[in-house]
């Protein structure tokens, strides 16, 4: 059984940055390419970000492009995604996942999602 637990979340004036943590255990996190998405208040879930099992092929939603950076760091078993210049339109609850096997981009495990609230 393999968990995902997200850290790092909060409240943040416009502007800031806030980096998430995504710890995982119960499985070999470094084969798995992972991902992070975000649902905001009264919009459907929505992909943010992924990456690949190596921390190569970064791969971002248009919405954050040029502002969040994907990363991993598998001596760990730890995923982040570091969030800058963070706008008001940003705050959701954010998840982190992985995919459901070595070679696909097919998201199976989720984390319980945490909240990220920027002010105006």
């Known amino acids: 059984q393999v968990q995902l637990v997200e850290s790092g979340g909060g409240l943040v004036q416009a502007g800031g940055s806030l980096r998430l943590s995504c710890a995982a255990s119960?499985?070999?996190?470094?084969?798995?390419?992972m991902g992070w998405f975000r649902q905001r208040p009264g919009l459907e879930r929505e992909f943010v970000a992924r990456?690949?099992?190596?921390?190569?092929?970064?791969y971002y939603a248009d919405s954050v492009k040029g502002r969040f950076t994907i990363s991993r760091d598998n001596a760990k078993s730890t995923a982040y995604l570091q969030m800058n210049r963070l706008k008001p339109e940003d705050t959701a609850i954010y998840y982190c996942?992985?995919?459901?096997?070595?070679?696909?981009?097919?998201?199976?495990?989720w984390g319980q999602g945490i909240q990220v609230t920027v002010s105006s």
């Open positions: 996942a992985l995919s459901k096997n070595s070679w696909s981009y097919e998201f199976e495990i």
């Open positions: 119960g499985r070999t996190f470094s084969i798995y390419p």
């Open positions: 990456i690949s099992a190596s921390g190569g092929s970064p």
